[in-house]
C-alpha cells in the first residue's frame, strides 16, 4: 500500500500527549493515527462499543424519552439555574 502524506491542524496539547503516549508505548504519531483509523474504517459504529456505552447499557428502560430523562434529573438533583 502507498504512503500518503496528510497535513492536519491540531491543538498544540493534543500532539503534545499524543507524542508522550506513543513514546511511553514505544511507538511513533504516524502508526498512532493510522491505527486510529484504521479501527474507524473497519467499524460501521464504534459508539456502542465504546466503554461509557457499556457501563451504561440497560441503566434506563429502552423506551425512555429524553423528556423523561431530563424529568428524572430534575427530580434527582433539582434545578441547575
Given at each position: 500500500?502507498?504512503?500518503?502524506?496528510?497535513?492536519?491542524?491540531?491543538?498544540?496539547?493534543?500532539?503534545?500527549?499524543?507524542?508522550?503516549?506513543?513514546?511511553?508505548?514505544?511507538?511513533?504519531?504516524?502508526?498512532?493515527?493510522?491505527?486510529?483509523?484504521?479501527?474507524?474504517?473497519?467499524?460501521?459504529?464504534?459508539?456502542?462499543?465504546?466503554?461509557?456505552?457499556?457501563?451504561?447499557?440497560?441503566?434506563?428502560?429502552?423506551?425512555?424519552?429524553?423528556?423523561?430523562?431530563?424529568?428524572?434529573?430534575?427530580?434527582k438533583y433539582g434545578?441547575?439555574?
Amino acid at each position: 500500500m502507498a504512503d500518503s502524506k496528510i497535513t492536519i491542524r491540531v491543538p498544540l496539547e493534543l500532539v503534545e500527549g499524543a507524542k508522550r503516549y506513543a513514546r511511553q508505548n514505544r511507538t511513533s504519531l504516524t502508526r498512532l493515527v493510522s491505527e486510529y483509523l484504521r479501527q474507524l474504517s473497519t467499524q460501521s459504529d464504534s459508539l456502542p462499543d465504546a466503554p461509557i456505552v457499556q457501563r451504561l447499557a440497560g441503566s434506563l428502560p429502552q423506551n425512555t424519552s429524553v423528556e423523561e430523562y431530563h424529568e428524572y434529573l430534575q427530580k434527582k438533583y433539582g434545578s441547575q439555574d
